[in-house]
């Protein structure tokens, strides 16, 4: 069953007089389940993929199913609550709200979905414990090391428990041993069932992920399932 | 979002950044605080001279010499020169008046009061003993003027306490004979101190009978002439009376002014009403200026909270849920502002009462459910324009301003 459909996307943007083609003629198929990483060199569109795939934007042409739905017609409202439900973020340069504490931000989703304080207490509490973060409740982002700040954030992107996990260059501002250990929280994710969708400019790091696509002037130059199908 | 997380939210967010917190909270007090001085200042006033007015005496109606173009109170009064003289028996003639209690002719000048060596410039009012029962006085020592024969007056004085105090120091002034201009009289009575009268101290005044005053100061008109109706209902009719009985005694001209109390009250209370509602729209430009800083406030705090609000998108905070989380921000900021305003406003109020304990300086009512409201609105006014924009913000290019 895929959990992403895309076919034709195209997304185009307005720099002074010229058009830059961002994203030409997608077409893109996941699976649930599956653990897909997009590599590519800079501008290639890896980025701009990632963001219309968490529904951050929107496409110029093309539809976009998520999990059977056509989610490029909703209102941003309703996107609103896919993004809510079903979607998790994972940030470079992990995007804490710098005065709420560990435990605050990880409860931070489900205190904007209206989720109550009490379950939201237990579930952070599971959180933390999952996370090894558990005598660092308290602690506000900057008094966190890169990797505590990184498992925070991962904790906060599955909180809700979503289907669909997207990750921009994790490991990016992580030195090579913890960018090791939040990869294994990733892929330990995903092993229990989530989709995992990994952008980095990491070989190695790509490597890891059971399907590689490889973006070049805003459409998908290689498909590592293709190549296994022939 | 939870109401009660979004109110926890925007404290925290406010909390996050204290010095554009406190400076937009200190520009919202001060003003709610401007509004709640300055309209106790104004209404202190206007209550000031009310209480005033009051103290001159209850159910007054005054006869002033010369006509005046308008029937209020008008200061042209004071220089017109006189036509026809108001004499004393213009003045007595007014006691057949039905509704008219008491009468009181009223002649006034200076003149010099000795005693033993000590000479001093003294403000001397010619009048009747009917005088100290309108105006209220009470006397400290002996009695107030005799009310017999207006046209003969007796050789006696009463005398103010800070003149006691000056002529006598510690001797009894009872008795004594004093010179004032050139006559020599004896006093009968000292005034018991009251202070601050409109116009004139009368601590420092010295009473002689009206008809001596006119020898002394060799005039025949009276300066005012009080006259006190039945009651407080009386007072049109006892006004009406007095003008139609001083125009039959001067051959159908109308050449006397009568004012009362309540025209004289109801002038100067919506002079100073006015006062206040002027200088209330002063300080509600400050609320204004106030408002305008709280949004430029949350102008300046959706700049710099972009990425969280992209951020807050990501994590699937709906447009509504955010524009209420800055709207909720803003209420708060204008809220505590208008509480700190309105105790620092009522803290000022009671300085000034401590400072200046004759003078009322209570904010009014309204001024302070006003300047409060208007904090308020304005607060929330302008808090909808950054919210909305904030609700508005691409979560894309929000989250690359990182």
């Known amino acids: ?230 | 979002m939870r109401f009660a997380d979004t109110l926890r939210f925007a404290r925290d967010a406010a909390a996050g950044y204290p010095l554009r917190t406190t400076l937009s909270v200190l520009a919202m007090s001060i003003g709610v605080a401007a509004v709640v001085v300055l309209t106790a200042l104004g209404d202190g006033a206007r209550r000031y001279v009310v209480g005033q007015f009051s103290s001159l005496g209850s159910n007054l109606v005054i006869v002033l010499p010369g006509r005046s173009g308008t029937g209020g109170f008008n200061p042209a009064n004071a220089i017109t020169t006189t036509p026809r003289d108001l004499t004393i028996d213009d003045a007595a003639s007014l006691l057949r008046a039905p509704g008219v209690r008491r009468v009181a002719p009223l002649a006034v000048g200076t003149s010099e009061i000795s005693f033993g060596g000590r000479l001093r410039e003294v403000m001397v009012a010619g009048t009747s003993g009917s005088y100290f029962a309108i105006r209220g006085f009470e006397m400290a020592q002996g009695s107030a003027l005799p009310d017999d024969d207006w046209n003969r007056g007796a050789s006696v004085v009463v005398i103010g306490d800070k003149i006691r105090q000056e002529m006598f120091g510690s001797e009894p002034a009872i008795g004594q004979l004093v010179r004032v201009g050139d006559r020599r009289v004896r006093v009968v009575g000292v005034l018991k101190t009251v202070g601050q009268g409109l116009g004139m101290n009368t601590d420092e005044v010295v009473f002689i009978p009206v008809a001596m005053a006119q020898a002394l100061f060799n005039s025949n008109t009276l300066f005012r002439v009080l006259v006190e109706a039945k009651s407080r209902e009386a007072i049109p009719d006892a006004k009406e009376q007095v003008l139609d009985i001083i125009k039959q005694r001067h051959r159908g001209e109308e050449d006397v002014t009568v004012i009362t109390q309540d025209a004289v009250l109801a002038t100067f209370d919506k002079l100073l009403g006015a006062l206040t509602m002027g200088v209330a729209g002063i300080a509600a430009i400050s609320l204004a200026v106030a408002g305008i800083l709280v949004m430029n406030v949350m102008l300046v705090a959706v700049t710099q909270r972009t990425a969280e609000i992209g951020l807050l998108k990501a994590l699937g905070a709906s447009g509504g849920a955010i524009r209420l989380a800055f709207l909720a921000e803003a209420a708060m900021l204008s809220a505590v502002g208008a509480l700190v305003g309105y105790l620092l406003g009522q803290v000022g109020a009671f300085a000034l009462r401590q400072a200046f304990p004759v003078f009322p300086a209570y904010p009014p009512d309204w001024a302070v459910i006003a300047g409060l409201s208007t904090a308020l609105g304005t607060g929330l006014l302008f808090g909808v324009m950054p919210a909305r924009r904030a609700a508005q913000l691409d979560p894309v290019q929000a989250l690359m301003k990182h």
Request: charged residues 25%; aromatic residues 4%; glycine residues 10%.
């Open chain 1, 1 to 230: 069953m895929p959990l992403i459909e895309l076919a034709g996307i195209a997304r185009h943007f307005q720099l002074g007089d010229t058009t830059v083609k961002a994203l030409a003629g997608l077409d893109l198929r996941i699976d649930a389940g599956e653990y897909v990483a997009v590599m590519g060199p800079s501008g290639s569109g890896k980025s701009t993929l990632l963001n219309l795939l968490g529904l951050l934007d929107r496409p110029n042409e093309g539809t976009y199913r998520l999990a059977g739905t056509d989610v490029t017609t909703l209102s941003a409202e309703e996107q609103a609550r896919v993004r809510s439900e079903r979607i998790g973020f994972v940030f470079q340069s992990f995007h804490l709200v710098p005065r709420l504490t560990a435990a605050e931000n990880i409860a931070l989703p489900m205190t904007l979905a209206g989720i109550p304080a009490k379950e939201r207490a237990t579930r952070v509490a599971a959180a933390l414990a999952g996370f090894g973060l558990e005598n660092r409740a308290g602690h506000r982002p900057d008094q966190l090391s890169g990797g505590q700040r990184q498992r925070v954030a991962i904790a906060r992107a599955t909180i809700m428990r979503p289907a669909l996990i997207l990750a921009d260059e994790p490991t990016g501002n992580l030195d090579r041993h913890t960018g090791e250990e939040v990869m294994h929280l990733l892929e330990d994710l995903n092993r229990q069932g989530v989709t995992l969708v990994v952008v980095t400019h990491d070989q190695t790091l790509g490597a890891r992920a059971h399907r590689q696509l490889l973006m070049e002037d805003g459409r998908i130059e290689r498909d590592s399932a293709d190549l296994a199908d022939v």
